[in-house]
């Protein structure tokens, strides 16, 4: 694991004596506490605390290690359902293939519904011998306080810029510094989400929603011909990442202006809207009608 700012943790966390069964890591998304469980995990499973070379190592590498499992929402879903927490629950009261603990990742924990929670509670209060659950969480307050209380609780610190930067430079080598910096500012200083931005061609769609922009305050282009183009990405969202950006710089150098603080709330209001499958066009209107009439809007 090469993520410096998450290094003291698992150090922390290898410590502890005798490894806790129930571990909960809280941390906002894109800054590699993901990748922070896999390497718990190996410290569990591979008899030399991950050595990376053994068989058991081998097998985490390639994903098929037989006492890992991990737990995630089925792909298209964003709930982890009661029927996936019950199959884990059998899962763990089997023997274990390699005669020595069995690990179970879940993430993001916030993602299971009531109850699924229920569910996985009761195991958690009394865990198999040698199981060990490692649960994710980025919004801590959305899980059940009984979840919680039956966890160790390990809050995972955010990357200071400079180690942010250095970090997704030597990730990205190709990348210009004007990328670089644009990538880690639309994900808010979290460098595995700036990373995978980059390698999703995240810049492109950047260009593209700047080059809208100054059509609009151009006037060559209608706020419905770019909120129509907008709706037509992939990943309509984006632009809302890309607004949001540009109204915080904005609002660092205008702390105080009214029409700035609308237009952010406008943003985060369409976020909502956009995760309730509202309409996206019409959504994305709206935040162009804040942008471009902010005292019409107020008034």
Not at 281 to 289: A, D, F, K, S, W
Request: contains cysteine; aromatic residues 6%; glycine residues 6%.
């Amino acid at each position: 694991m090469n993520l410096p700012w998450l290094e003291p943790i698992l150090t922390q966390w290898q410590a502890v004596q005798p490894a806790p069964q129930n571990t909960l890591l809280h941390g906002p998304a894109g800054m590699g506490g993901v990748e922070l469980m896999e390497a718990m995990a190996r410290q569990l499973l591979c008899p030399q605390g991950g050595c990376g070379t053994c068989p058991a190592c081998a097998m985490l590498d390639a994903g098929t290690h037989p006492d890992l499992l991990r737990c995630t929402p089925e792909q298209g879903k964003k709930d982890i359902r009661v029927e996936t927490i019950r199959d884990l629950n059998t899962w763990v009261y089997e023997a274990a293939h390699q005669s020595g603990a069995k690990v179970v990742l879940l993430w993001p924990a916030e993602a299971m519904n009531r109850s699924a929670a229920n569910a996985l509670l009761k195991t958690l209060e009394e865990p198999p011998q040698d199981t060990h659950f490692i649960l994710l969480t980025h919004q801590l307050g959305a899980l059940l306080p009984t979840i919680r209380s039956r966890c160790q609780l390990w809050r995972l610190p955010r990357p200071d810029a400079a180690t942010a930067l250095a970090w997704l430079q030597q990730a990205m080598p190709q990348a210009e510094p004007e990328q670089l910096q644009t990538a880690l500012a639309i994900h808010h200083g979290m460098p595995l989400a700036a990373r995978a931005w980059l390698e999703n061609e995240g810049w492109k769609s950047y260009q593209a929603w700047r080059e809208q922009m100054n059509g609009l305050r151009r006037g060559q282009k209608t706020l419905v011909d770019v909120a129509e183009a907008w709706s037509k990405w992939d990943v309509p969202q984006q632009a809302l990442d890309y607004f949001e950006m540009w109204c915080t710089r904005q609002l660092h150098a205008r702390p105080h202006d009214m029409a700035l603080h609308g237009l952010y709330t406008a943003i985060q209001e369409a976020r909502t809207a956009l995760a309730g499958n509202a309409n996206v066009q019409l959504t994305l209107e709206r935040v162009l009608i804040h942008y471009l009439y902010p005292q019409e809007v107020d008034a």
